[in-house]
């Protein structure tokens, strides 16, 4: 893939769909069966595989973020979702960085492993289990990766042990064994089931206590993604206003929500596009935010000198192997347009856009108002609700955008009388 592709970007939203497709076909390689496939909807013989007691497939609009240069390559995002504002707003925050001399995303990424947890709800023993675990641990390691030889072959595999300690609301003790494995460009989560379900006897037979549950965790905080934005030289009005939004969340959980729930719908989007599961990094994100005992921000925003800079550190696990990933043709042909093979690769992009996304909402919030960014791009959802025909799609939004400039809101019974007076209905004789 080039690494500039700003021309490419250039002017995409006004393009048709097939003009679109063929820009995109120069950015990201693709051949003509893949850009058929995109316009096609999921084979029903396929989604059989997918879920039980299939009906029918739910079609998500799948669009492309533009303007992201993420460690220094241009990166065409593809989103799978039904929101109007988001890819505009995620294209557009993309391009004001890039528009500042020096404005970068940068992303890394801390540690490799995921979490499986093996769970002694009822402790009897406490110091004799701790011995025995220490005792087995090499055997138990052995156990372990023999579940997984495939992976150990990739170079991945379980690589070690961690117990906690629990009280319980009872009072008694319960502890949990953790597991740490490597799962290469996999998710994971099937494998870490695996090995968590096949240690279980044993740890049982050695340490003569009950063991319960066995199942990975969705807390990984052992696997974190960072991602940074700077822009020097923003206006400094802006820049203070977006810094008091962030101030606004990391003070107040009820804010906190919200502001997190905007990075999600970047971050989401890619997610669905690729087929990995986006529930779990859900949880995750969430989980992570609570870890100093109350409900914080994931992104923070600061001017710093004559920089404004924002940062996201949360897990983000994702798969470029595997699992839906592999089998739904959509969601490779969204991994060969993205430019990523490795799963760390992906979560790093994923970071990125929802970082921005987050940026977009904030200066939208602290600039204009989250009203008026949001009513403007909402303007052809109401124009489709109200029963427009293609041929009126134009002219009805245009009548829209005009109304909510002067009347500085737009509603469903506003379009409907503006679509009867484009079609010239006397509504008055009704």
């Known amino acids: 893939m080039a690494e500039n592709l700003e021309s490419l970007f250039h002017g995409f939203s006004k393009l048709s769909r097939e003009e679109r497709l063929a820009r995109l076909k120069s950015m990201s390689h693709l051949s003509g069966d893949d850009l058929d496939t995109l316009k096609a909807p999921l084979d029903l013989d396929l989604a059989e595989h ?3 007691n299939l009906i029918g497939v739910f079609s998500l609009p799948l669009g492309l973020a533009t303007y992201f240069r993420i460690d220094g390559r241009d990166v065409p995002v593809p989103m799978a979702i039904e929101e109007t504002s988001v890819i505009a707003a995620c294209s557009s925050t993309a391009k004001w960085i890039r528009s500042h001399e020096g404005g970068e995303i940068l992303t890394s990424a801390e540690g490799h492993t995921i979490i499986g947890q093996v769970q002694f709800p ?5 110091d004799k289990v701790l011995e025995r675990i220490r005792v087995h641990q090499e055997e138990l ?15 991945g595999g379980v690589r070690a042990f961690k117990v906690r300690r629990l009280e319980r609301p009872d009072g008694r003790e319960m502890l949990v064994l953790h597991v740490y494995m490597d799962p290469c460009d996999a998710m994971g989560a099937n494998l870490i089931n695996q090995v968590c379900e096949a240690i279980k006897p044993h740890l049982a037979l050695w340490t003569e206590e009950k063991v319960g549950l066995c199942i990975l965790s969705n807390l990984v905080d052992s696997k974190i993604t960072h991602a940074t934005v700077r822009i020097p030289g923003v206006d400094k009005e802006i820049g203070k206003g977006i810094e008091e939004a962030s101030i606004f969340a990391e003070t107040d959980p009820y804010r906190a929500a919200t502001h997190n729930k905007g990075v999600m719908n970047g971050i989401d989007p890619v997610l669905i596009a690729t087929g990995n599961d986006w529930r779990a990094v859900e949880a995750g994100v969430h989980a992570y935010c609570t ?10 925003w600061r001017m710093e000198e004559n920089a404004l800079v924002g940062r996201f550190s949360a897990p983000v696990v994702v798969g470029t192997v595997g699992g839906v990933t592999k089998l739904h043709p959509t969601a490779q042909i969204c991994l060969r347009i993205l430019g990523v093979k ?3 690769d992906l979560a790093r992009i994923v970071a990125a856009v929802g970082l921005v996304q987050n940026l977009g909402a904030l200066r939208a919030l602290s600039t204009v108002g989250i009203v008026k960014g949001h009513m403007s791009l909402h303007a052809t959802n109401l124009a489709i609700a109200a029963g427009a025909r293609p041929s009126e799609m134009v002219a009805l939004r245009e009548g829209l955008l005009g109304t909510l ?3 500085k809101t737009i509603t469903m019974s506003r379009a409907r009388e503006l679509l009867d007076i484009l079609r010239g209905v006397n509504t008055e004789a009704r």
């Open 141 to 155: 390691l052995e156990i372990a990766n023999s579940v997984v030889p495939g992976l150990v072959k990739r170079g």
């Open 405 to 407: 400039k002067r009347e």
């Open 122 to 126: 009822h402790v009897q023993a406490t």
């Open 50 to 52: 997918f879920v039980e």
């Open 291 to 300: 870890r100093n005992g109350r409900y914080e921000p994931v992104t923070k």
């Open 342 to 344: 490795h799963a760390e």
